[in-house]
């Protein structure tokens, strides 16, 4: 039986050294700020901004909300942005994407227009440039970010281990590859075009599944001694819910397959997605210490 990475334990250490760190920054006159933008309302962005207030509140972050109807301009967006651009009491931002679709063909505009040092969870340029080069420019992204919190927590070595990382997306697989170079770990990615990938993922130490694809990730793609890090939220219409009936979410990993073969493996729900409004929180913190 594999060894379970519970997101609940990472959160709780994390919460409880934020907790540590507003205090202190309160002391000295400084309230850590998060302003979140929402354009709409969608269910998804709805469900994440109640989590992040929620957890918020617990640390001792507050929040500055801003909505916008769906049917926003892009003059009216970016009025937002240069507002708490200007406003030196928010130390970070969120802003809920994909943005609706009318907006798409201005979102590299859009993001970018967020000065890189409040960007929370990188949507601009500058902060991906920072993930890529390994450098101190604005913000890694919340959830390959919490990939690693989890590696850490539990005492996972990246370093001369083999990991690979399946998924290629700009919000989780490239970033998480780069983190993980960055700790010293040899890194393979595997995509759509990807041959033999279920034997490229079995040679891994750490494998990371971001395909986002239910049922993906089988016992043919894993080996006992593996780390697995299944950071995907796919809806499993057959699964079994907490209320008997079917209907849930899961990850990538065909969980019964997958959890008896290797050492250590993140539950879907209760891993990595549990973790990343605590992430968040983090780099609002780390913003506002740099103030």
């Not at 500058?126 to 890529?132: E, I, K, Q, R, Y």
Request: net charge negative; proline share 5%.
């Amino acid at each position: 039986m594999a060894k379970l990475l519970l997101g609940k334990e990472v959160t709780d250490a994390l919460n409880a050294k934020l907790q540590e760190r507003t205090a202190a920054l309160r002391e000295k006159g400084i309230v850590p700020t998060l302003g979140i933008i929402r354009v709409g309302a969608d269910p998804s962005d709805l469900s994440y901004e109640k989590g992040a207030t929620k957890r918020a509140e617990l640390v001792g972050v507050d929040v500055k909300k801003y909505e916008l109807p769906a049917d926003a301009s892009k003059e009216d967006l970016l009025a937002v942005i240069d507002q708490v651009n200007a406003d030196d009491s928010i130390h970070g931002v969120l802003m809920f994407r994909p943005l609706p679709k009318h907006l798409k063909p201005y979102q590299d505009e859009i993001c970018n227009r967020l000065l890189p040092q409040k960007d929370m969870d990188c949507m601009t340029d500058l902060s991906n440039a920072g993930v890529f080069e390994g450098r101190d420019l604005g913000y890694a992204p919340c959830t390959p970010a919490a990939c690693m919190e989890i590696l850490d927590y539990y005492g996972i070595d990246c370093k001369g281990k083999n990991a690979v990382v399946i998924g290629r997306s700009l919000v989780v697989g490239k970033p998480a590859a780069m983190m993980l170079m960055g700790k010293n770990a040899t890194v393979t990615v595997c995509h759509t075009k990807t041959v033999n990938t279920a034997e490229i993922a079995r040679n891994a130490d750490i494998l990371i599944s971001a395909a986002g694809v239910l049922g993906s990730l089988t016992k043919d793609f894993v080996r006992p001694g593996q780390v697995v890090i299944d950071v995907s939220i796919n809806w499993d219409p057959e699964k079994v819910n907490s209320k008997g009936g079917k209907g849930a979410i899961a990850g990538d990993a065909v969980f019964e397959e997958v959890e008896p073969i290797v050492e250590a493996i993140t539950p879907v729900p209760g891993g990595v997605g549990s973790v990343t409004t605590s992430v968040l929180m983090k780099h609002v913190v780390e913003a506002a210490e740099k103030v």
